[in-house]
């Protein structure tokens, strides 16, 4: 089994950063999973935001969040970190941390992703 536990959640005013972490573990979990991130705000469904391969690239975007939000991840730590930037009240949602096996399928979707974290609240102020 794989256990992702986000954090670093929190509130922040529009305009601020955020940097979400997420600590993979388990027998099973592998450097060579996919690691993405999703959103989901309140009465929406929940939405692709960026992911990244084992090797550190490609890295993969939501257009919404391109140029705003960074994504990374250290295999040694078996951690992947989410630097948010330039804030929007539209991001405020619960961020869902998920690996994939590669080969699933497009990483954009929810469903070529087989463990999911907890999730954390990003609430952003206007």
């Known amino acids: 089994q794989v256990q992702l536990v986000e954090s670093g959640g929190g509130l922040v005013q529009a305009g601020g950063s955020l940097r979400l972490s997420c600590a993979a573990s388990?027998?099973?979990?592998?450097?060579?999973?996919?690691m993405g991130w999703f959103r989901q705000a309140p009465g929406k469904e929940r939405e692709f935001v960026t992911a990244?391969?084992?090797?550190?690239?490609?890295?993969y975007y939501a257009d919404s969040v391109k140029g705003r939000f960074t994504i990374s991840r250290d295999n040694a730590k078996n951690t992947m970190y989410h630097q948010m930037s330039s804030l929007e009240p539209e991001d405020t949602a619960v961020y869902y941390c998920?690996?994939?096996?590669?080969?699933?399928?497009?990483?954009?979707?929810?469903?070529?992703?087989?463990?999911w974290g907890q999730g954390t609240q990003v609430t952003v102020s206007s």
């Open positions: 990244i391969r084992w090797t550190g690239t490609p890295t």
């Open positions: 388990g027998r099973t979990f592998s450097s060579t999973y996919v």
């Open positions: 998920a690996a994939a096996i590669p080969g699933g399928g497009s990483y954009y979707y929810s469903r070529a992703y087989k463990y």
